[in-house]
């Protein structure tokens, strides 16, 4: 029996044995795509029946380079960088692993940007460093006591992220999540309410949605105008949830407190992202997911759709059912 090769786009883990044990039975050759490597010719060199993808977009285009394409498998959550409709239309499963147990990294990594934009720990670092010593007018730093914290979208992060903040004092959780049924809000201690009421409340706003045509820009120049001054804005979910102009503006005329945000629109990011200048602004280069465990639970969550299907089985994720 010939091989079927299993193509990874944009490869970024330092080794794929994880992915190989998983499917071992099946006789299959895993080929990484450099990220440099233009992915249509590669792909129609390689002529795989599965594709694992992290950022890279995967459009018609590039499907379309593999005529024995079954599966489509994103490691992690957000699946906006896959055409959705074209791999239904030629009958392509899509998956994604939304529970590979990294809502403890993503969580902790939520609390350690608000924290450290909380606490100005990057500024007050650099200036010990250079010889500066006291907090002058120019550091102050907006009490949280009976906090109120404001999550857009609140799955398990989200419920995760509203632990750790309880544990810091937050007294309130306020959550705006059309897919969040009122028994499983109100099992979970938290509030629903509208997005403009959170905005206007909420002390920090955390982002846990994903990114969709509803959801593009969520947080937009309206509704971080509707934000506190003191307010904090931290985004480990995708950036295009945010409009970065608008939040960057906000932050330099001082209209709200500071941001900590792990995701961007373009990324990697763009040296001319707005943000990257805006003060009390910590940034980070979409790594809220990782720890050594998170890796290898994701490999193998996201080996284990492609073996299903190779399998003749519907993936356990299928994003893009017909």
């Not at 907090?135 to 509203?162: D, F, M, T, Y």
């Not at 544990?167 to 049924?181: N, Q």
Request: aromatic share 6%; hydrophobic share 45%; charged share 25%.
């Amino acid at each position: 029996m010939t091989s079927q090769t299993i193509a990874i786009l944009e490869p970024g883990y330092a080794a794929y044995d994880t992915e190989a044990s998983v499917l071992a039975k099946q006789d299959v050759q895993i080929a990484p795509v450099a990220p440099e490597t233009e992915a249509v010719p590669a792909l129609q060199a390689l002529d795989p029946v599965g594709i694992l993808v992290r950022e890279r977009t995967v459009d018609a285009t590039v499907i379309d380079a593999c005529p024995n394409l079954k599966v489509i498998v994103r490691y992690g959550v957000g699946v906006d960088n896959v055409d959705l409709e074209h791999a239904r239309s030629r009958g392509i499963f899509v998956a994604n692993v939304p529970d590979y147990g990294a809502e403890i990294e993503v969580s902790e990594h939520a609390v350690a940007l608000y924290l450290s934009v909380q606490r100005r720990i990057p500024s007050r670092d650099a200036e010990v460093r250079r010889g500066e010593w006291g907090i002058g007018q120019s550091a102050v730093i907006p009490n949280r006591e009976n906090g109120v914290l404001g999550l857009i979208g609140c799955g398990k992060i989200g419920l995760e992220v509203a632990r750790k903040f309880r544990a810091l004092g937050f007294t309130r959780v306020l959550v705006s999540d059309p897919y969040m049924p009122q028994e499983a809000a109100r099992m979970a201690g938290v509030e629903q309410v509208q997005l403009d009421e959170l905005c206007g409340i909420a002390d920090v706003i955390s982002l846990h949605a994903p990114l969709t045509s509803e959801t593009r820009h969520i947080l937009n120049a309206e509704r971080i105008g509707m934000m506190k001054p003191t307010s904090i804005v931290v985004n480990v979910s995708r950036g295009g949830l945010v409009d970065e102009t608008a939040l960057a503006e906000a932050l330099h005329d001082g209209r709200i407190f500071g941001a900590g945000i792990d995701v961007f629109e373009q990324e990697p990011v763009s040296r001319d992202n707005p943000l990257l200048y805006a003060p009390n602004t910590i940034v980070s280069d979409h790594a809220a997911w990782y720890s050594e465990r998170s890796v290898v639970m994701l490999q193998r969550c996201a080996a284990r759709e492609i073996s299903k299907v190779l399998s003749d089985e519907q993936p356990e994720h299928w994003v893009n059912k017909w």
